[in-house]
């Protein structure tokens, strides 16, 4: 198991900041890839960003390219997600999730192995 527990989520006005923060812990982080995933009522959980063991690789959603950036800190054992220019359609519940194959970034939600258990995300107009 990866214990993951999200936080920094909150509200927003349109063009203002946050940083998502996603805790984790186990000896087999390093070697994980990590993602954000985000979800709305009655919406599937899309994928926002990834970024493989190491940190060498990065994908993201079209959406949020140039305006969001996923980092990781293997020493403290977190994951980042820098979101800068937060529009409306970002509000969301924000998924913090783990891969056990760090090496091959996915947007498949059903390709990751654990889950937190969200952070809400609201962006006001």
């Known amino acids: 198991q990866v214990p993951l527990a999200e936080s920094g989520g909150g509200v927003v006005q349109a063009g203002g900041s946050l940083r998502l923060t996603c805790a984790t812990s186990g000896p087999t982080f390093t070697t994980h890839a990590m993602a954000w995933f985000r979800q709305t ?25 140039g305006r969001f950036t996923i980092s990781r800190d293997d020493a403290k054992n977190m994951v980042y ?36 258990q969200g952070t809400q995300v609201t962006v006001s107009s």
């Open 41 to 65: 009522p009655g919406n599937e959980r899309r994928f926002v960003a990834a970024i493989a063991w190491g940190g060498g690789s990065t994908y993201y959603e079209d959406s949020v390219k």
């Open 81 to 116: 997600l820098q979101m800068n220019n937060l529009q409306p359609e970002d509000t969301a519940v924000y998924y913090c999730a783990a891969r056990d194959n760090g090496r091959v970034l996915t947007a498949q939600a059903g390709a990751y192995d654990y889950w937190g």
